[in-house]
């Protein structure tokens, strides 16, 4: 599956943004997806991840309660929505589609998206 976010931009603290990952591929349906961060000279983060139909999802402990990931199969999007934006939220921000569980234990994907950044000012 080939990804490519979108969404990202300049915002202010307190702020919203919602990030955009479309999709092409037929086999988007059955690719578990990911929302990952990295700064520079940072490992990548995972921030969120969604199983294939939704039913599952994760959050890191640091967004939680502020990010939301979803996901439309009919669209072949992913989402993140962000509320309540810190300055450590600004990164770059990528999708990725692999096994979720794979991806939730050993951080490994199967494809990226280019990056969409993310500045969070004060």
């Known amino acids: 599956v080939q990804l490519q976010a979108s969404g990202g931009g300049l915002v202010q603290v307190g702020g919203s943004l919602r990030l955009s990952c479309a999709a092409s591929?037929?086999?988007?349906?059955?690719?578990?997806l990911g929302w990952f961060r990295q700064n520079p000279g940072k490992e990548r983060e995972l921030v969120a991840a969604?199983?294939?139909?939704?039913?599952?999802?994760y959050v890191t402990d640091s967004v939680k309660g502020r990010f939301t990931i979803s996901r439309d199969n009919a669209e072949k999007t992913v989402w993140l929505q962000m509320n309540s934006l810190k300055p450590e939220d600004s990164a770059v921000y990528y999708c990725?589609?692999?096994?979720?569980?794979?991806?939730?234990?050993?951080?490994?994907?199967?494809?990226w998206g280019l990056g969409t950044l993310v500045t969070v000012s004060s």
């Open positions: 591929g037929r086999t988007f349906s059955g690719h578990g």
């Open positions: 990725a589609g692999g096994n979720i569980w794979k991806m939730l234990k050993t951080r490994r994907v199967d494809s």
């Open positions: 969604i199983s294939w139909n939704g039913d599952s999802t």
